[in-house]
């Protein structure tokens, strides 16, 4: 079973045995409009909880995507890269943007579980 | 996520405030204005819109005046000498596309001026964010007898698309003749409007100035056919960058020249002769020996944006640049931005480098407009 965790910053992280998919929340690609580009990090590369994992830029502005947890890169999502509107499609689905091999599984306890996000997300309307 | 935070304090409002609120737009501070930036179709939707059929655009916030003499020669007199356009030849009914300069030759602000069918008056158009100091600067100049009049109690609503002539013609049959950068007082819905057929989005269209209190009606009337839909700052923004069009404070300032922007084009040969406007020695000398540096397009070869304020370097990594302005264009469907390169790298074709996130990425200096102009010609 896969169990869904989420930032202040708006991203998801998706696990599933030690591969945790990370994106951004629906009220994150809202809140960007029409995303227009997407930067992505090799496959490969150490992501440390809190850095950097991707970049992503709307018609307005461009903004970064923080990793939630800590990990090796073990797959990125090319279809976005290549369709970026997918992101607006689907951002949690389909609209993901890496998936990383958990270092250490228990930093996911420093995150919201679904409740707790759709609660601080209704805070900031 | 990292998110470009927002503030509003005591903004200003036009008189279509309540009517964007009413249609869903996401309201920012703009030049002092709580402004639409977007409606809930999204700044691609709305750029995509304007260039198929007609958006509808507040820009109300921007500033209005009339400069009014005993005569033509005396009120074009009085501007020209704040000005490097050719305001004296214009005919009635012409607009000029001008600058305000100042003694260094520096770039005040850009506007629109009209002589209007009555002799000794002519309509300025000027920023949002630069009209108090515009205002102030120009009647700190006028000589005896000409006089600045702000019509602070008018909004301006532009109509811009290839739909528009179609569109506003059901409400104006006299627009429908009317040749681009041309003005004239007419009644639009029965209301009493000066209108001009210019735009700041590369396509035909209209920019109103209408009393404020008939503004929302007339927006509504707009509105409420099929082609046309209501446009906000963003798409704006991307238009006219598309468009090749500066945008005052990021493209253009009172650091650049016209030589350095670009825009040498808007100084007629009896301006250049007559060498009376301010900074005349200045951008003289530019025009006859080159400037350091000229404003250029630049389309990256990737597809990452570089945002303004992006650093521009050659080949070897040397830094020859800045992008004043840069995003995605929703029309040619990849990133494009402008900026400054020093003069020997501003040619055409030239390879270059922008510094986005660390990275140089290869771009090529580009030929503006990056879209087509379809700006309506007489006879058409």
Not at chain 1, 27 to 39: H, M, N, P, R
Not at chain 2, 114 to 119: L, N, P, S, V
Not at chain 2, 259 to 268: D, N, Q
Not at chain 2, 270 to 278: C, D, H, Q, T
């Amino acid at each position: 079973m896969s169990d869904i965790r989420f930032t202040d910053q708006h991203e998801w992280v998706r696990v599933d045995g030690d591969i945790a998919t990370i994106g951004i929340t629906d009220y994150a690609q809202e809140q960007l409009g029409d995303v227009v580009f997407v930067e992505l990090p090799e496959v490969g590369k150490d992501i440390a909880a809190g850095d950097e994992a991707a970049v992503v830029e709307s018609v307005k502005a461009a903004s970064e995507v923080y990793s939630p947890v800590s990990g090796e890169v073990v797959d990125v999502n090319g279809d976005i890269e290549a369709t970026p509107a997918g992101v607006n499609e689907d951002a949690m689905g389909d609209g993901w943007f890496v998936k990383l091999r958990l270092s250490n599984p228990a930093e996911l306890d420093k995150l919201m579980d679904e409740a707790a996000y759709a609660e601080f997300v209704e805070g900031l309307q | 996520m990292s998110e470009p935070a927002a503030t509003a304090d005591t903004l200003k409002t036009t008189p279509l405030h309540a009517l964007h609120v009413e249609l869903g737009a996401k309201m920012v501070p703009f030049a002092g204005y709580d402004m639409p930036v977007q409606y809930p179709a999204g700044v691609l939707a709305e750029h995509l819109h304007t260039r198929e059929a007609a958006g509808l655009f507040d820009v109300s916030h921007m500033g209005q005046a009339f400069l009014t003499g005993p005569d033509h020669a005396t009120v074009s007199a009085a501007i020209e000498a704040l000005v490097p356009g050719d305001i004296r030849e214009l005919e009635p009914g012409a607009i000029r596309y001008t600058l305000l300069l100042n003694e260094k030759g520096g770039i005040l602000d850009d506007l629109m001026v009209t002589r209007t069918a009555k002799d000794g008056v002519l309509f300025l158009v000027v920023n949002a964010a630069c009209k108090d100091a515009d205002f102030a600067h120009i009647e700190n100049h006028l000589p005896k007898g000409v006089a600045l009049t702000r019509l602070a109690d008018r909004a301006l609503i532009a109509l811009q698309g290839p739909k528009a002539a179609e569109v506003f013609a059901r409400f104006a049959p006299d627009a429908a003749t009317q040749a681009f950068m041309t003005g004239k007082e007419m009644s639009v819905a029965g209301l009493p409007c000066m209108v001009s057929r210019s735009g700041y989005t590369g396509e035909d269209g209209y920019e109103v100035s209408v009393p404020e209190g008939d503004a929302a009606a007339l927006a509504k009337k707009l509105l409420a056919e099929a082609e046309v839909k209501p446009i906000g700052l963003g798409a704006r923004d991307s238009l006219r960058l598309e468009a090749g069009l500066c945008l005052y404070g990021h493209d253009i300032d009172e650091t650049t020249t016209p030589v350095e922007g670009a825009l040498t084009w808007t100084i007629s040969k009896r301006r250049r002769e007559e060498a009376n406007f301010p900074g005349a020695k200045i951008i003289l000398d530019q025009i006859a020996n080159g400037a350091p540096r000229k404003r250029v397009g630049l389309l990256p070869e990737g597809k990452a944006p570089a945002r303004e304020g992006t650093e521009i370097t050659d080949a070897s990594g040397k830094k020859i640049g800045v992008v004043t302005s840069g995003g995605y264009g929703p029309s040619v469907g990849g990133p494009i931005a402008m900026g400054y390169v020093e003069t020997g790298s501003a040619k055409a074709d030239t390879g270059v480098e922008l510094m986005v996130r660390g990275k140089g990425r290869p771009a090529k200096v580009a030929a503006m407009p990056f879209v087509k102009k379809r700006f309506h010609k007489p006879g058409k």
